[in-house]
């Protein structure tokens, strides 16, 4: 039973990160309407030339406020797909761990040098699990739907790394 349990939770948290899929995208219109316009005085009207600026000729909109975007909301289901990602990549570095352990060799020829290294596999799936993160929040002000489908791609993929790696674990006992 114990050896059952990640393999269990992997699927879990795949599923439960698929079925809480959801997202209310927000109009680039409605962001436009809440954004003010910066107008500044272009030319002299007598000669032509560029009128000399003050800070009077600058102005922002009826205030000089910065635009409110507080109507943006992220996602419910990024920071469970962030959880996720994390719980996944510690369940990759567990089962690679395992099988390496039982006589397994890693087959990632990227990992297999820092796999031997337990204090360093596990350091650099930290920082895959970071990097992952953090690319998604930069791609998430861009393209949500995008951002929000990478995560799910990479949490899948990692938890069936995880599962295929305690099924080597368990037939190499």
């Known amino acids: 039973m114990p050896r059952a349990l990640p393999r269990f939770a992997a699927v879990v948290l795949v599923a439960v990160a698929l079925t809480h899929f959801s ?4 109009d680039a219109q409605e962001l436009a309407a809440t954004a ?3 107008t500044v005085a272009s030319t002299d009207a007598t000669s032509g030339a560029p009128a000399s600026m003050t800070s009077s000729d600058l102005t922002f909109g009826k205030s000089a406020s910065a635009p409110d975007f507080s109507r943006i909301h992220r996602p419910s289901i990024l920071p469970v797909l962030y959880a996720t990602t994390a719980v996944t990549q510690a369940l990759d570095a567990h089962s690679t761990m395992t099988a390496l352990s039982r006589g397994a060799r890693e087959a990632n020829p990227v990992m297999q040098g820092v796999a031997s290294n337990g204090g360093a596999f596990v350091a650099v799936k930290a920082g ?3 990097g992952s993160i953090f690319a998604a929040e930069k791609m998430w002000r861009r393209n949500r ?3 929000i489908a990478t995560m799910v791609a990479l949490n899948v993929v990692t938890a069936a790394v995880a599962v295929h790696n305690y099924r080597v674990a368990s037939q190499m006992r």
């Open 128 to 130: 895959i699990a970071a």
């Open 23 to 26: 997202v209310k995208p927000v």
């Open 145 to 147: 739907a995008g951002a």
């Open 36 to 38: 003010t316009l910066l």
